[in-house]
């Protein structure tokens, strides 16, 4: 495990030009939008209570998205928002065709919006995204084109081929800080905090929070609304990536972003990602206080514990990018005096996400 400290993270009042971005009144109009479609309701908010006595911490709260619009994923909340919304701009939406890059969720979402619309769709995957993924994908009408390489050729792939025939990019990362979609993708997001913020035991918020990374569009969009919320009182963010593909770990170390190069294969699959998202950085640099970087064991793990039913685990549907969050805890746990610079313990109240669901066979 690596970890650094951030030390540009902040409790300074939430600033003008992250709301911009992402904010308690921008995710609030997403769900109102969200509210209408069929099958949303709110993904529970789970206690892990067994696991918490466990591991010596006041309170662990894991927000369960395997059942998120039936499409197991939190992503199901952001592209097909900033979808739907940027063809509610169009005089024809069902002549659009959308596109975009994927490790396999963002692409069911946009996939999904495009079904809603009744317009094409092209997903473009690297060529080590997980079958089942694209299978998905297929099965709600969008082609999927393989990609020789990794997440961020493909991301190069779609924008190139938008740019090419004329199709709309649904991006959820974009070298232009300012990109619309990619704030409306994180502002979807934000629905997952509005929803925690009302299922939270006695209102109480918590101390830390831990989230998974990727290009850093969830992590974002989770540490810029409960900075806003909270103030100097918002919880601690900690983020966590594989080893294998820590580009915002690396970004700030260096304060400023970096690429990730090799072949960013990881267990932890739907984080594979080599550059960090330019319109999510600026949030994650003030917001994020600490950036971890695990094995893929300590994931497989994680997820292996989650799944079983046993006294210190639900037996919850979780796979291995999904216990990512929880993986990161747990390694941070094991440095005791790392765990109590950061107050982890009896009095924590920490926060987790299940961000997706497991892949039918091994995950």
Not at 264 to 282: D, F, I, K, Y
């Amino acid at each position: 495990m690596r970890v650094l400290i951030n030390p540009l993270a902040t409790r300074a009042p939430y600033a003008a030009r992250e709301a911009l971005v992402v904010s308690k009144a921008l995710a609030e109009t997403a769900r109102r939008e969200i509210m209408q479609w069929e099958g949303y309701e709110p993904t529970p908010l789970r206690s892990l209570a067994p696991l918490a006595r466990r591991l010596r911490l006041g309170t662990l709260l894991y927000k369960d998205e395997s059942g998120r619009l039936g499409q197991g994923s939190f992503k199901s909340l952001g592209g097909a928002y900033a979808a739907g919304m940027r063809l509610r701009e169009l005089e024809n939406p069902a002549r659009t065709v959308l596109c975009c890059a994927t490790d396999g969720n963002h692409g069911r979402s946009v996939a999904f919006a495009a079904e809603r619309f009744g317009c094409s769709c092209v997903v473009f995957m690297h060529a080590g995204a997980p079958p089942a993924k694209a299978a998905a994908i297929t099965a709600l009408g969008a082609r999927v084109v393989r990609v020789t390489g990794t997440y961020d050729d493909s991301v190069r792939e779609a924008h190139a081929a938008a740019k090419r025939e004329g199709w709309l990019l649904v991006a959820d990362t974009s070298d232009d800080e300012s990109d619309p979609t990619t704030r409306l993708v994180m502002q979807g997001y934000g629905v997952m905090v509005l929803e925690i913020l009302e299922q939270l035991p006695g209102a109480q918020p918590p101390t830390h929070v831990v989230v998974q990374g990727g290009v850093g569009g969830l992590a974002a969009a989770v540490a810029g609304v409960f900075a806003e919320v909270y103030g100097e009182r918002r919880p601690r963010v900690i983020v966590v990536e594989p080893e294998a593909s820590a580009c915002l770990l690396e970004s700030a170390l260096h304060r400023a972003l970096r690429k990730v190069e090799g072949d960013l294969a990881t267990a932890m699959e739907m984080l594979s990602a080599g550059e960090a998202s330019p319109v999510a950085w600026p949030i994650l640099q003030r917001r994020a206080d600490v950036f971890i970087a695990i094995e893929d064991a300590a994931a497989i793990d994680a997820a292996r514990m989650l799944s079983e039913s046993s006294g210190a685990s639900a037996g919850l549907n979780v796979g291995v990018t999904g216990a990512a969050g929880v993986a990161g805890l747990m390694e941070l746990l094991r440095e005791e005096d790392l765990a109590a610079t950061l107050e982890l313990g009896p009095d924590a109240r920490v926060l987790v996400f299940g961000t997706e669901e497991a892949l039918p066979g091994p995950d």
